[in-house]
């Protein structure tokens, strides 16, 4: 079973530009959620899918992020425009249900976006 | 506020010896999941042990259990007999109960390991 894939693994990007992640989860798992660790920071929640549907999308820090995921397999989150402080590793993980305690999220190796 | 403190940025241990890096918690919620992960230099995040919070038995999974003590709010990670491949930073983190599921992730700082030949 292929595990959480994330694309790119670097970007390097200008304040101002558009930048789009992608995430493809574990094949079946409905539970899709978005984190970012910005240097010297804890690992923070951004937003979470299930399905195609937003959750819950407290964590997502302006306006300027968007995320999406049509029908309800991989994800973007697209970051226009982009910031420095946007400068940090994207991570997405899956999950089966969410609906459980023991319902483990297993995570991609994350993206190091990167904005000078 | 849920919040997990994880006090040790590093830790050192020679290998073959047992390790325990500490985790506590604070919430208000009687249910709740308690994590930890695995992250190499290589970047990706890896599951290591899962602890529900009614849970009686401490977990285990191979070399690693965690050390539940839930009126201390305390989810320590034990690592017994350190290998190398073990260098790594290690997160706690939590799963409260929201909105009618346990979904996002509160994590830890993170504690750095590393393990001496």
């Known amino acids: 079973e292929a595990g959480v894939t994330q694309f790119p693994s670097h970007s390097v990007i200008e304040k101002g530009q558009t930048v789009t992640l992608r995430c493809d989860p574990i094949?079946?798992?409905?539970?899709l959620y978005w984190y970012r660790r910005v240097m010297g920071k804890e690992i923070k929640f951004l937003l979470h899918?299930?399905?195609?549907?937003?959750?819950?999308e407290s964590g997502m820090p302006n306006n300027r992020f968007l995320a999406e995921r049509t029908g309800g397999t991989y994800s973007t989150l697209k970051v226009q425009p982009a910031e420095l402080e946007d400068s940090g590793v994207y991570f997405c993980?899956?999950?089966?249900?969410?609906?459980?305690?023991?319902?483990?999220?297993?995570f991609g190796p994350g993206t190091r976006l990167t904005v000078l | 506020a849920q919040k997990i403190t994880q006090t040790q940025p590093g830790m050192f241990v020679q290998e073959k010896e047992a390790v325990t890096l500490d985790c506590t918690y604070d919430?208000?919620?009687?249910?709740?999941?308690l994590f930890w992960y695995k992250q190499p230099s290589s970047g990706e995040m890896i599951f290591l042990i899962y602890?529900?919070?009614?849970?009686?038995q401490n977990a285990t999974e191979g070399r690693y259990s965690l050390n539940f003590q839930k009126a201390r709010k305390s989810a320590n990670l034990v690592i017994s007999a350190s290998q190398l491949g073990d260098s790594a930073m290690y997160f706690c983190?939590?799963?409260?109960?929201?909105?009618?599921?346990?979904?996002?992730?509160?994590f830890g700082a993170g504690t750095r390991l590393a393990v001496h030949p």
């Open positions: 993980a899956s999950s089966r249900a969410g609906l459980t305690l023991a319902d483990t999220q297993y």
């Open positions: 094949s079946g798992h409905d539970n």
């Open positions: 899918f299930v399905k195609e549907s937003k959750q819950d």
């Open positions: 919430t208000s919620d009687q249910s709740y999941g």
């Open positions: 602890q529900g919070s009614y849970d009686e």
């Open positions: 983190a939590m799963s409260p109960f929201f909105s009618g599921g346990y979904n996002k992730l509160i």
